[in-house]
């Protein structure tokens, strides 16, 4: 297959409503597929992802972000003011023709902008749509705005994230965001099938909240055991040691993961520890039992090495490990240049950067993305005269009432 082969969602067309993460990643991942993507702003209320660093070195402030760069690949943009009774009139048309419709705004927006699912559906019978927000369309907590890492804290993961006798510190970032959309992608995909075989659309509600207490099933079932969960840090109850241990070298680390006494022996060998501690610590139950003082023990060793050089020694002998690595070490990093992983492309404001390709490869299929992200209002003129038959005169009207761009 080659790029110019048509890719399986090629003439599906998707309603792009949501922002920062986990929705855009969603709709990135139809339109790297073949999907038409059209993401609706408006310049008083554009995607947020627009407005965050990282930067590039252009004047331009929502067309300047890194961050909304790297989730918004692919898609056509159009700015439509949906508080405006015309603006609303562009979204019908835009259902009308198209496939799904994702939105990301909390609870209740779209009910007061007149934009149900039924009001959605008795447009195009055949559209897909879904909602993703924090904690749902109903219950007592619909209504709350939040990002993901306020899923993460009401699922229970701040609480078993950080070191021992220490505050809660939470994942990285926006945790569930980075876990739900491939629900929410599922969902979408699922719903589609069954377009197929009924030729009827469907309505979806995802939750944050949902998938990630979802992902914390081994938690759950513990705590029904009478089991407590408590944060320490790197540490598991399976394996020991089991830290990144600081190398040679300013903020140098190696991951180290040992899980069987064969393990424990070649990762004393390696290191050299005195023979006497190895045998001492041959057992996990001994290892467990001393863990804080066998960490700094290894630290003791580990600080002489070159971490990528421990880490090539260890895995070679079948030893789990890995160095560490900062985020201007990916780009040299041979797996993810082999895998295909980075996707060059060129946007007026940014020139030449790099965006993630999909996270996984179907045999003989090139997917996208192969176009940058759209430049705000980039396609409104276009989109509104070559699909929706618009006329000059009343995309200019439009414009004027500030129901377009």
Known sequence: MTVDDELPLEGMRVIDLTSTIAGPTVTRHLADFGAEVIKIETAKRPDIARL?????????????????AAYNAGKRSMAVDLSLAEGRA???????VSDVLVEAFRPGVMARLGLTYDVIHNWNPRIVMASHSLQGQTGPRA??????????????????????????????????????????????MLALEVRDDTGE????????????????????????????????????????????????????????????????????????????????????????????????EIEAYTCAWNAAEL?????????????VYLAEDLFAEVQLSMSGAFRQLKHDDHGNHAVLSPSFQIDGMISGPNRPFPSFDADSDVLCQDLLGYDATHISTLRAKGALG
């Open 52 to 68: 965050a660093p990282p930067y590039a070195p252009t004047k331009d402030p929502l067309n300047r972000s890194g961050y909304f």
């Open 90 to 96: 562009i979204l019908r048309d835009l259902v009308m």
């Open 143 to 188: 209504t709350l705005r939040g990002f993901g890492h306020l899923s993460s804290a009401a699922t229970g993961w701040f609480d078993i994230t950080g070191e021992a006798n220490a505050p809660p510190v939470g994942p990285y970032s926006a945790y569930t965001d980075f876990m739900s959309w491939p629900v929410l992608l599922s969902a979408i």
């Open 311 to 323: 880490a090539d020694a260890l895995s070679a002998q079948g030893v789990a490990a890995s160095k």
């Open 201 to 296: 659309g469907s309505y979806i509600d995802h939750a944050h909240v949902d998938t990630s207490a979802y992902l914390a099933a081994p938690e759950l079932l513990a705590v029904q055991w009478g089991i407590k969960i408590e944060r320490d840090g790197n540490h598991e109850e399976h394996v020991c040691p089991n830290n990144a241990y600081r190398c040679r070298g300013p903020d140098a680390w190696c991951a180290i993961t040992v899980e069987t006494e064969r393990d424990w022996t070649v990762l004393g060998v390696v290191l050299g520890l005195a023979p006497d501690n190895v045998s001492r610590y041959k057992s996990l139950a001994a290892r467990k039992a001393d863990e804080q003082a066998l960490d700094k």
